[in-house]
C-alpha cells in the first residue's frame, strides 16, 4: 500500500518522531534510577537501550525520507533513504 501525502504532513510526522528519541531517551535514564533493595532491573535496562535505537534510527529514516521527498537532499543523502543504509 502507498500513502501519499502533502509535505506538511511529511514534515509533522517527522517532528512527531524527533520527539520520541527525547522521551525514550528519559525512560532510559528512569531505568537507572533503581531500588537499591531490589537491584537493577537489566531486562528493562537493556529493552529501554533497545527502544532508544529503534527510535533514532527510525527519527533519521524519516528525516530523510522527508529530507529526499522534499528535494532538500544531497546525492549522497538521497541514496542513502533509498536504499535504507544510514
Do not use: C, F, K, N
Not at 5 to 12: K, M, S
Not at 45 to 72: F, K, M, P, Y
Amino acid at each position: 500500500m502507498q500513502v501519499t501525502l502533502q509535505r506538511e504532513d511529511w514534515e509533522h510526522i517527522a517532528r512527531l518522531v524527533q520527539r520520541v528519541v527525547p522521551a525514550t531517551s528519559q525512560s532510559l535514564d528512569d531505568a537507572y534510577e533503581w531500588d537499591e533493595d531490589e537491584g537493577p532491573d537489566v531486562e528493562w535496562i537493556e529493552a529501554r537501550q533497545r527502544g532508544l535505537a529503534d527510535a533514532r534510527a527510525l527519527s533519521d529514516r524519516l528525516t530523510a525520507a522527508v529530507a529526499v521527498a522534499t528535494g532538500e537532499a544531497a546525492p549522497r543523502q538521497a541514496r542513502a533513504a533509498a536504499t535504507g543504509e544510514a
